[in-house]
């Protein structure tokens, strides 16, 4: 397989289901994928220079098919808790938290920071295009100039997923590499 993403593009993997689109993404980024084996010659590359699997995971955020949240606590504290223990330890924690507020106006999460994340079906909480922005958001942090998205819009409404595609598209006009 080969192919060409470029920054300030939006690049879309489709696919029916089961056609490999998730094994492709994770091949991407250097995730074990079961029962797939990747030649020993292959090579990827990001901004044009090859990249092994430390590098990649250090430059390269991937967004989740499934949430993967603590549902008792607000949008506001999951994202000061990533960027405590995601970021460099030379970053003073007030820069953490403007770093944090600084990704949830980027982000639209304004309104929802101070809303418990919720557990789906449980406990009531953020909306589904809330909970894929806050997913973003939580990966957009560190700054990484490749965002790797395995299918953002998946069980959301036409409206959220409109929403989700907006966020990423404004990810990419900032010039990163979204995938």
């Known amino acids: 397989v080969c192919g060409l993403a470029y920054p300030g593009e939006l690049l879309a993997v489709m696919g029916s289901s ?5 094994t492709l993404l994770n091949a991407l980024a250097f995730r074990s994928a079961r029962g ?6 292959s090579v990827r590359m990001l901004n044009g220079h090859p990249v092994d699997a430390k590098e990649m995971q250090a430059r390269c955020a991937y967004v ?3 949430d993967l949240f603590i549902g008792s606590l607000t949008a506001r504290e999951h994202l000061i808790f990533q960027a405590t223990v995601r970021m460099p330890r030379t970053m003073t924690q007030k820069q953490k938290i403007q770093r ?4 949830i106006q980027d982000l639209s ?3 929802c920071q101070n809303t418990i994340i919720g557990v789906p079906g449980r406990v009531k909480g ?17 700054d990484p100039p490749l965002l790797i998205c395995d299918e953002p819009t998946s069980g959301l409404d036409s409206f959220m997923a409109a929403s989700v595609v907006q966020v990423l598209k404004k990810l990419s006009q900032r010039g990163k590499n979204v995938i």
């Not at 089961?18 to 998730?22: E, Q, V």
Request: charged share 20%.
């Open 100 to 103: 944090v507020d600084q990704v």
């Open 126 to 142: 953020l909306s589904g295009g809330e909970r894929k922005r806050l997913a973003f958001a939580s990966e957009a942090l560190t």
């Open 109 to 111: 999460l304004g309104k």
């Open 36 to 41: 797939v084996q990747i030649s020993p010659s």
């Open 64 to 66: 989740q098919q499934f």
């Open 18 to 22: 089961g056609a490999g689109k998730t």
